[in-house]
């Protein structure tokens, strides 16, 4: 296996109940380092382009609104096949069908709210983390 990188965003429902730290350690104790960190309120247009995959989704409204409606934390990751490393510790989408132990089990309110977001697949994490970073911001 080798050292990745993947993308994740600690999302408004997790910032507003002080969870930043909680949900970092889980991603740490998973193998993950974070190698940039940033605490943001996205705008509307930010949310609407980095969501732009699912926007003939019913729930694209709704997201959008939900994720500009209070402050995420953007981060890189790096570990040992970050995407998936990270995807195992965030747990299935929907909270109600999450394993034990992972971060959207102990503190995802719904499957919209689910405190997290992470890329599903290596291209995407490039993608996302061009979105959000320069590269002189992500120190390893
Ligand atoms: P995320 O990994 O950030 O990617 C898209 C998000 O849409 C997803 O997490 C969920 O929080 C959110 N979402 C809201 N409703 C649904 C739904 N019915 N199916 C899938 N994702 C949903």
Redesign the pocket.
Known sequence: MAVTRTFS?I?PDATRRNLTGGVTKMLEDAGLRVVASKRIQMTREQAEGF?AV?SE?P?FN??VTFMISGPVVVQVLEGEDAVLTNRTVMGA?NPDNADEGTIRKTYAES??A?SV??SDSDENAAIEIEYFFKPEEIVG
């Open positions: 965003i999302k969501y699912h989704r729930f709704d997201l989408t499957i919209e689910n977001h992470g």
